[in-house]
């Protein structure tokens, strides 16, 4: 198995992650992405929406809950969902990806968990060997199909 790289850093107010391409920091206070920096030029490439959210859990069809805070604890991030649960997220960056792994005990009354929500803006051109661009795939039996992996989507989810 490949050894993870990068370290997690933390301030008072945020928690970064980063490999040799991506840099992503979160607000501890919500839990949302306050910015995405492409370290190959520099430039903040987060797209500004409505919804900045890392991580959100599903209650019900018409339900959605996000964090109350995120913290680091054991070099996991901790997602509070404040009375509903914690949900933990182990978190490998290597230099060319970053790994995020569920590692938590999900209640019955959570119907699903969302984390690594990432939404981005940036120039993509398909013929560009070189070209930036966000990319996931989720490793499980239940994948949301709303995202899919290639760069051109520029938002990435694991459900």
């Not at 840099?23 to 490439?45: D, R």
């Not at 680091?72 to 997220?89: I, S």
């Amino acid at each position: 198995m490949k050894k993870a790289l990068f370290p997690i850093s933390e301030s008072a107010s945020t928690i970064t992650l980063k490999n040799n391409y991506i840099q992503i920091t979160l607000s501890k206070e919500n839990g949302n992405v306050v910015e995405l920096v492409n370290l190959m030029n520099g430039e903040s490439i987060l797209a500004q929406s409505d919804d900045l959210a890392f991580s959100s859990i599903t209650l019900s069809e018409t339900e959605t809950v996000y964090p109350s805070s995120l913290a680091l604890e054991n070099e996991k991030l901790k997602f509070v969902f404040k009375n509903v649960c914690d949900v933990y997220v182990a978190v490998d960056a290597y230099d060319d990806y970053i790994a995020f792994t569920l590692d938590s005990d999900i209640p019955e009354t959570v119907r699903s968990v969302s984390f690594g929500s990432l939404k981005a803006d940036y120039y993509w051109e398909l013929d560009n060997e070189n070209a930036f661009g966000l990319s996931a795939i989720a490793m499980t039996t239940t994948v949301n199909p709303e995202y899919y992996p290639g760069g051109s989507a520029k938002a990435v989810k694991g459900s």
